[in-house]
Nanobody, 111 residues
Framework: VQLQASGGGMVQPGGSLRLSCAASGINFRLNTMAWYRQAPGKQRELVATISSGFSTNYSDSVKERFTITRDNVKRTLYLQMNSLKPEDTAVYFC??????WGQGTQVTVSS
């Protein structure tokens, strides 16, 4: 199983980024997928999940700003992040529960 995350970078507060996670080695369309993040000195936390039936859930801290989607044909998971705040700065990981993690992509929100 490989989960290859990309799309991170540096952006000013209020800006947007879209993360992607290309999956291989799994039957992608049958799996719930998730994004997590880990800020320096903090525990890894759940950001959003999307089920095989496209049901979504978000942490309170990102609701109304972030959108998780999936493209089962491209076997890719996305996270559209809008209205970014400095506290969104973290390494973002895609996750296929319970055991598979991508390598992480850095998101830095700073003026």
């Amino acid at each position: 199983v490989q989960l290859q995350a990309s799309g991170g970078g540096m952006v000013q507060p209020g800006g947007s980024l879209r993360l992607s996670c290309a999956a291989s080695g799994i039957n992608f369309r049958l799996n719930t997928m998730a994004w997590y993040r880990q800020a320096p000195g903090k525990q890894r936390e759940l950001v959003a999940t999307i089920s095989s039936g496209f049901s979504t859930n978000y942490s309170d801290s990102v609701k109304e700003r972030f959108t998780i989607t999936r493209d089962n044909v491209k076997r890719t998971l996305y996270l559209q992040m809008n209205s970014l705040k400095p506290e969104d700065t973290a390494v973002y990981f895609c996750h296929r529960p319970p055991t598979h993690w991508g390598q992480g992509t850095q998101v830095t929100v700073s003026s």
